[in-house]
């Protein structure tokens, strides 16, 4: 999988969860670049995300993934199975 | 050790004395000796020493096995055990009494005249604080997120570092551990501004807090005396006496930490500059509340049981629903943890907890509303 059809599928993701049909990540994009996206919704996004890609984040990623980039990366590697 | 007396006072001193001309080899020894005094100075006793241990072996020896198994069943299963065992040990000591009250009050209930005498137990100082914080090393071992620690004497200094045993802060071993065994020199900028910064803690203790407690005794003691004002002004005082209390012994740890070179992290956060009860919460005792999010709340959200409850009410409720009531549970569930962590009592379970999570829940109800609107 690419990583640009990552990102048109999770922006799928985040327009579902956020209810904001606006929203366009990037690598950089942060949790500040969200409004709604706080501690408790970060957990509903990362189930959403575990879902539409069918893989798993450990909880250590979870809790420390900086950026949608880094979310990127572990969805392609899960997904490459390193 | 009352962290305001002169005693604590020149026991630090002595302890940071002796710190400073030791070799930055050994330096991590003095602190564990400096510790261990701390930790059985009032209260050395057999049984203390085995409270102690049931801790810090099983960290050892079980942390070391996780390492192999990060993020496996076999690791899972050996992290597990080692949380049973920390927690059956301070369920024993710290809430033992919770049951009985609960017991005797089914026993009325069922007009059972039996009573069940509670009991006392001698349980070692700060005892809450290293339970949770070998448990989240015990986690964060398993996760990867750090490597365990091979010498049983070091993991016994992160365990008890003498300065966080009465009020914290909640430590990680990821970012603390490695500051306590390395060395570290004096600096002036450090001493000066670790002093300072203990200066204000005891400045908010002893001038501050002790005040405003002389104030809401006297008003606390007397109920009947006093009107309505006074009273509210009073639980407005308690409030503050008790948040100069708290962040003021913060501040003597953090001052007397930087002054060794190790930066803890901070706890408070101008909580009452917050524009709402969330807010609040998350500018106050920041590392409980950061340890419960990252070790209970978020897997018990992520959990296979909340994503099925997820699942059930998407399909009755709808999707908002389904955000919303597997989030509320588990709120619900931190919130009595979090008032149970406060005392073994009902009084803490409901003031401290469930009521804490009626304002979160309703403040959350209303800001969608409000929104929606």
């Not at chain 2, 002893?206 to 005396?225: C, H, K, P, T």
Request: proline share 2%; aromatic share 14%.
């Amino acid at each position: 999988m690419k990583r640009e059809e990552v990102f048109e599928r999770l922006n799928k993701v985040f327009r579902d969860i956020f209810d904001d049909e606006s929203i366009v990540v990037t690598e950089e994009t942060t949790s500040n670049d969200i409004e709604d996206w706080d501690s408790l919704e970060h957990i509903n996004l990362v189930v959403a995300v575990e879902q539409e890609f069918g893989m798993k984040f450990n909880m250590n990623e979870v809790t420390t993934m900086k950026n949608v980039g880094e979310m990127v990366d572990i969805i392609l590697d899960r997904i490459e199975g390193k | 050790m009352n962290l305001t007396s002169l005693f604590f006072l020149c026991y630090v001193v002595i302890t940071l004395c002796i710190y400073f001309i030791m070799p930055k080899k050994f330096q991590w020894v003095v602190l564990l000796i400096s510790s261990i005094i701390f930790l059985f100075y009032d209260n050395l006793h057999i049984s203390t020493v085995i409270q102690a241990l049931v801790i810090l072996v099983p960290s050892y020896i079980l942390g070391r096995k996780i390492e192999n198994h990060t993020n496996t069943k076999q690791g899972k299963k050996i992290l597990i055990l080692g949380i049973i065992i920390i927690l059956a040990q301070l369920i024993y000591l710290k809430y033992t009494n919770l049951f009985l009250a609960t017991a005797n009050h089914i026993n009325n209930l069922l007009n059972i005249d039996y009573q069940f005498t509670f009991v006392q137990r001698n349980s070692l100082i700060g005892i809450s604080y290293y339970s949770l914080i070998m448990i989240g090393y015990l986690v964060d071992v398993y996760r990867g997120t750090c490597k365990a620690e091979k010498n049983i004497f070091k993991c016994a200094l992160f365990m008890s570092y003498f300065p966080i045993l009465t009020s914290g802060p909640f430590i990680r071993y990821d970012s603390v551990g490695k500051q306590l065994y390395e060395g570290h020199k004096l600096h002036y900028d450090t001493l000066c501004r670790g002093l300072i910064r203990i200066l204000w803690g005891l400045f908010k203790i002893l001038v501050i807090s002790q005040r405003l407690g002389m104030f809401v005794d006297a008003i606390y003691g007397n109920l009947e005396m006093f009107t309505f004002i006074f009273i509210i002004a009073a639980a407005m005082a308690f409030v503050m006496q008790l948040y100069t209390n708290f962040s003021g012994s913060i501040d003597v740890i953090m001052g007397i930490s930087e002054i060794i070179g190790i930066k803890l992290p901070e706890n408070f956060n101008l909580p009452f500059f917050s524009r709402t009860i969330t807010e609040l919460w998350r500018n106050w005792h920041i590392t409980l509340g950061a340890w419960l999010k990252d070790y209970i709340f978020y897997p018990l959200l992520k959990s296979d049981a909340m994503q099925n409850l997820a699942k059930k009410c998407k399909a009755k409720f709808g999707k908002k629903a389904a955000k919303k009531i597997p989030m509320y549970l588990s709120m619900l569930i931190m919130w009595i943890l979090i008032g149970a962590w406060h005392g073994g009592e009902y009084k803490f379970i409901i003031g401290s907890g469930i009521l804490q999570f009626i304002f979160m829940f309703l403040e959350d109800i209303l800001r969608t509303n409000i929104k929606k609107d």
